[in-house]
């Protein structure tokens, strides 16, 4: 069963929070001036940006899915 919820999904759920650390750094990169460092991750940054949308339905099939009673809840935890 595919689940669109993160709370069943930690790796979905550690990946968002790399994304969203990564649109804070292009934010900042944008406002930094062109010199060496800046550059090199400028143009990597964009790259794991796009990659986040290229894995996330990879991510849906390889969670581990709602469980199916109060039992399996516990196990997981």
Known sequence: M???SSSFRPIHQGIFWLLLANLLLLGWIGCQPVEAPFVTIGQISPFLFFFFFAITPILGRVGRGI?????EIQKIV
């Not at 469980?67 to 039992?71: D, K, T």
């Open 2 to 4: 595919y689940v669109r």
């Open 67 to 71: 469980p199916n009673s109060y039992m």
